[in-house]
């Protein structure tokens, strides 16, 4: 599992390991982590030209003390100082080390083969200030290696919201824990690939983090493994609402998942069982309305379900409900918060809107806070789809969930029915909403790489990133072989 911590968490570690170490020895530990990372990046340190550009908090002394480093193993290193101060201690080091203050900074950028981002850190608050955005924009220009010190500076350390202009990193060496907006869009995006320098903060942190994201291991260990005692009613049947004349594929698509997703059965109730019976001959049809369907474990009400009723008959059920889509825009608020069994709700960042009464480009700027608004008001476990999905529970103080998994191809027509399918599947078996919506989102994701990648029936680990178009029904294809991957363990999301 990876955790990532609020500032004013990491600072109140910080201190209290400050307290037991020699002075200056912590932002020792971070530059040498960060002059190793960056001599990994440029292979060969000798002769190599870096450009630090400095802040005038201790991020841009942690960047002065890296680049001292490098100095020492023969780098042409200067420095570009963008605050009214510098950290005088970093300085000295530099310059003892035969580094140098850039007279020019356009040319020392435009020659340079990677530039540290020591501008702002933990401390930088809004994006960046005018006087740093031309700098930051040749040094994108140089085609150097753009490395992030602890955050791509402009960025929100605990939201991931993007305020302004920020520096757009290939890579983000961050110290002691990772913060939330190294893990959540549209933050995330600009810190390229993430490498966390152990400072020694381990213990010192909260118990319960602000963000965690689950890896292989941890969703193995959620997923359901029937028992020699098993039969389908004992591991679960699970309901599925979906589809109208208008949309049946919905349905289909929503009961491929559930297939998929470790329940005993799926009892489809709705409009389009000759749709789903043509696909897929192992699932319970009933025409519904879905109080006479028979017992159910977990019901998934909404893909494609127009306006089509029964929201409030299956919100009035004692089971587990997942309302997705259409669902989403029927529910009555009230009738969510009086639920005593467990509801999930799995907007995707329209739908998010909505249900807030704001636009959706607040949502996408403040995602974090937003599924932890949602949660709270409908008193419900939230997972909020799109470029970052996040999943939060009703509770306050439990950690968000943020999926690692996925890829942009993912944005096609009806994944989104195949999710809740196997979530809803994942919830009947058992698992607690906001596993069952984690371990949903981990799997639906490692599914639509593989299928990106290779085609649903491809076998070996998922690779890192998807390569070509793929379909809803691709995704559901491809998710036993993601059960499989997860299964085997090792690998990381
Ligand atoms: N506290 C510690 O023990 C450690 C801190 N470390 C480093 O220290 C950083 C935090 O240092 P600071 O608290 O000094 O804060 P920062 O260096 O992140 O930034 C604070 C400074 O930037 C200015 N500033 C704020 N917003 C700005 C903006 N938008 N544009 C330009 N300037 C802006 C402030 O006026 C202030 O002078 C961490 O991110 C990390 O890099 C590491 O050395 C590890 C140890
Ligand atoms: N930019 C993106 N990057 C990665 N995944 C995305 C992106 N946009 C959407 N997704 C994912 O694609 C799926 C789309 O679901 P949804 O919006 O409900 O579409 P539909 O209703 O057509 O099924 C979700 O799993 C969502 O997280
Ligand atoms: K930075």
């Not at 005593?340 to 909505?354: I, K, M, S, V």
């Amino acid at each position: 599992m990876r955790t990532a911590y609020r500032v004013q968490d990491v600072r109140a570690a910080e201190a209290a390991l400050m307290a037991r170490l020699p002075e200056g020895a912590l932002m020792r530990r971070a530059a040498a982590g960060l002059a190793a990372a960056c001599a990994g990046l440029l292979g060969r340190v000798y002769g190599a030209r870096v450009v630090l550009l400095v802040g005038s908090g201790d991020n841009g002394g942690d960047a002065l003390y890296a680049g001292a480093r490098l100095a020492r193993r023969g780098a042409g290193v200067s420095a570009v100082a963008l605050g009214g101060r510098v950290h005088e201690a970093g300085l000295a080091a530099l310059l003892a080390a035969g580094g140098r203050v850039a007279a020019d900074p356009h040319a020392a950028l435009a020659r340079a083969d990677l530039v540290l981002d020591g501008i702002t850190g933990i401390g930088g608050r809004g994006g960046l200030r005018p006087e740093a955005v031309p700098v930051v924009r040749a040094a994108r220009e140089s085609g150097a290696v753009v490395v992030a010190v602890d955050l791509p500076s402009g960025v929100d350390a605990d939201t991931g919201a993007v305020e302004g202009e920020a520096v757009r990193a290939d890579a983000t060496v961050t110290f002691g824990a990772y913060k939330p907006g190294l893990l959540v869009d549209p933050a995330r995006a600009y810190a390229g690939a993430v490498r966390l320098v152990d400072i020694g903060l381990g213990g010192l942190l909260p118990a319960a983090a602000e963000l965690e994201a689950l890896q292989h291991a941890d969703v193995a260990r959620l997923l359901p493994v029937p028992g020699a005692e098993s039969d389908k009613y004992r591991r679960g049947v699970v309901g599925v609402v979906a589809g109208s004349a208008r949309y049946p594929g919905a349905a289909v698509l929503a009961v491929a998942g559930a297939l998929r997703g470790g329940a005993g059965a799926v009892r489809y109730v709705g409009p389009a069982g000759g749709a789903v019976l043509a696909r897929y001959p192992e699932t319970l049809v009933h025409p519904g309305p879905p109080g006479g369907a028979g017992r159910v474990q977990a019901w998934v009400i909404g893909p494609g379900l127009g306006d089509t009723p029964g929201v409030d008959d299956v919100l009035a059920s004692d089971a587990p409900v997942l309302v997705d889509a259409d669902g989403l825009r029927l529910l009555d608020p009230a009738a969510v918060r009086a639920r005593p069994a467990p509801t999930l709700l799995t907007p995707h960042a329209g739908e998010a809107a909505a249900l807030l009464g704001t636009a959706r480009d607040e949502v996408e700027a403040r995602r974090l806070e937003a599924v932890r608004e949602l949660a709270g008001r409908y008193g419900a476990t939230v997972l909020l789809k799109g470029s970052t999905t996040l999943v939060a529970d009703p509770s306050p103080g439990v950690p968000v969930r943020v999926n690692p998994t996925g890829t942009p191809w993912l944005a096609t027509a009806g994944s989104g029915d195949v999710l809740s399918g196997l979530t809803g599947s994942l919830l009947a078996a058992g698992l607690a909403p906001r596993d069952a919506a984690s371990a949903g989102a981990y799997l639906h994701g490692l599914a639509a790489r593989r299928a990106a990648a290779r085609g649903a029936h491809g076998a070996g680990p998922a690779p890192a990133a998807g390569a070509a178009p793929l379909t809803a029904h691709e995704v559901a294809e491809a998710l036993p072989g993601a059960w499989r991957d997860v299964q085997g363990g090792g690998g990381r999301g």
